[in-house]
């Protein structure tokens, strides 16, 4: 076979600039620090770490919604400390007020101290985020959730909370509804009540002593009406379902002081309640506003007059229902600690998911810087090789040959 001395020209040339290419991405592979610039270097390696890159841009995501979790559970956290601490003043000032050596005119400075904490205590449920949401605005709210109404405080915010994104899930946010307005009336069980005009007795919060009989029994209403002052009857009108009135104690012995069971429930009624009066028990429902207890006991406060056996109807009420809505708010402080330790949890875990992407894309198209500079070194040589090879070719034509 023949060769021109052109094609061996061409062939040194094309020699030269495949070498010198190749010099120069290995050069450039050095510079950028990546073994896969683009897919056509590598489509496995390139696939491997846009899959990489992916997850870290979720777990960034991720990230950035539990941060922003974390700013609001604890400034709820702080929040319900402080209301908890301003209910804690409450009950002082109430246990207060039950001092039987106070005047009316004492009790109502009791009031307008209650009343300034209820004040404090309003402004702690409407705080802002300081980003123009509101802690307690449940699912959201532009403007503060609760108003002030004729009929007391109301929840004018979206019931519910705002979860963050599927990979997370925590709570964003608090229902402000839940936690201020639906502590549990009573005991958490029932609730016992003193018709209105009984001035001379007064009844207990109460137990459950037999448990199994009091939950196999239906939902009911009881009446406990006194007959004389020494004999009561006791009236079952069942709720759930409804039904008729039945009565379940006829002519019973009362006792001051001494507790009467029914239904599994016990209770004390103490005093001497007039002839046709009449105390009742009904279940306990969960719709007692932090609110309306101040209301109430504020309102109790400044009615002078009463009688002892009613100032400890009133204080006995105060004291359960107050007892009521600081274990509500306890319970909601307590839910934003764990969702504040579980935040935790899952920051350590979305920045191990992080960590093990960027490894994953790191192995898929980041440089061997050694393997590199060895690459670099041997494609130097080549090139080197290649001029070298093309200069002593250019010497072997025929007129170099007569000339020389």
Not at 61 to 68: E, Y
Not at 173 to 180: E, N, P, V
Not at 195 to 200: H, P
Not at 341 to 351: A, C, F, H, S
């Amino acid at each position: 076979m023949r060769l021109s001395t052109s094609n061996v020209f061409e062939a040194g040339l094309d020699n030269i600039q495949r070498r010198q290419r190749e010099l120069i991405e290995a050069q450039n592979r050095l510079i950028s620090g990546k073994r896969v610039e683009k897919a056509s270097d590598d489509p496995a390696a390139a696939a491997r770490a846009e899959r990489a890159l992916a997850g870290i841009n979720r777990a960034d995501t991720s990230l950035r919604s539990v941060d922003a979790g974390r700013t609001m559970m604890a400034q709820t956290e702080s929040a319900l400390g402080d209301a908890g601490e301003l209910l804690q003043q409450a009950r002082e000032l109430i246990i207060a007020a039950g001092n039987p050596s106070y005047s009316d005119t004492e009790r109502k400075g009791l009031a307008a101290r209650l009343r300034d904490i209820r004040e404090h205590l309003f402004s702690v449920a409407n705080r802002s985020d300081g980003a123009g949401s509101y802690l307690f605005g449940g699912q959201g709210s532009n403007q503060p959730p609760f108003v002030e109404t004729t009929s007391g405080v109301q929840f004018y915010g979206t019931p519910g909370i705002i979860q963050g994104e599927n990979d997370t899930r925590l709570p964003m946010s608090t229902d402000g509804s839940a936690a201020w307005l639906t502590a549990r009336t009573g005991n958490g069980l029932f609730e016992t009540r003193a018709e209105t005009g009984v001035s001379q007795a007064w009844i207990d919060a109460g137990s459950v002593t037999d448990p199994a009989t009091f939950f196999a029994t239906p939902p009911s209403i009881y009446a406990i009406t006194f007959t004389t002052s020494g004999t009561y009857d006791i009236s079952r009108t069942p709720i759930d379902p409804p039904g008729p009135p039945t009565t379940i104690v006829a002519g019973g012995s009362y006792s001051s002081g001494k507790a009467i069971q029914v239904d599994g429930m016990s209770f004390t009624i103490t005093g001497t309640p007039a002839t046709g009066k009449q105390f009742e028990i009904q279940p306990s429902t969960a719709s007692l506003s932090v609110f309306d207890v101040l209301d109430r006991t504020i309102s109790e406060l400044q009615t002078g007059m009463r009688t002892s056996a009613q100032m400890t109807q009133d204080n006995s009420d105060s004291l359960r229902d107050i007892d009521s809505v600081m274990t509500q708010m306890q319970l909601y402080r307590s839910r934003a600690g764990d969702v504040l330790n579980l935040i935790d949890v899952e920051t350590g875990r979305l920045e191990d998911q992080k960590l093990a992407n960027q490894e994953n894309r790191s192995n898929a198209e980041d440089l061997d810087i050694v393997q590199a500079l060895s690459d670099f070194k041997n494609q130097q040589n080549g090139y080197d090789a290649a001029l070298k090879s093309y200069s002593m070719v250019q010497r072997l034509s025929l007129f170099q040959y007569i000339n020389g």
